[in-house]
């Protein structure tokens, strides 16, 4: 299994970012995923989540409303929209497979991570 993450970097309060994982080494279609982050001297977030068809999401708190995660299971990749960026939002974000289709089973692979910074 892996996953490759990119697309993040630098952007200005109130931009926009999309992140992308490429995913590989097994049936994406098969299972759910999330994008996770994990901000400097703190824990790991877990950001949001996708079922394997996509067509359901769950979101934390604090990205609900600004963030929109969707896959393309015909181009094995999962995406992460960002929009209204804050600095809060400043993190290395990581993308992740769950065990299985239930978005909320644990998550077992984790790809490197792209970061994420919101500064002006």
């Known amino acids: 299994v892996q996953l490759q993450a990119s697309g993040g970097g630098l952007v200005q309060p109130g931009g926009s970012l999309r992140l992308s994982c490429e995913a590989s080494g097994f049936t994406f279609s098969g299972y759910a995923m999330s994008w996770a982050r994990q901000a400097p001297g703190k824990g790991r977030e877990w950001v949001s989540r996708?079922?394997?068809?996509?067509?359901?999401?769950a979101y934390s708190d604090s990205v609900k409303g600004r963030f929109t995660i969707y896959r393309d299971n015909a181009k094995n990749t999962l995406y992460l929209q960002m929009n209204s960026l804050k600095p809060d939002d400043t993190a290395v974000y990581y993308c992740?497979?769950?065990?299985?289709?239930?978005?909320?089973?644990?998550?077992?692979?984790w790809g490197q991570g792209t970061q994420v910074t919101v500064s002006s």
């Open positions: 992740a497979r769950a065990r299985n289709d239930n978005i909320y089973s644990t998550y077992i692979y």
């Open positions: 996708i079922n394997a068809r996509g067509g359901f999401t």
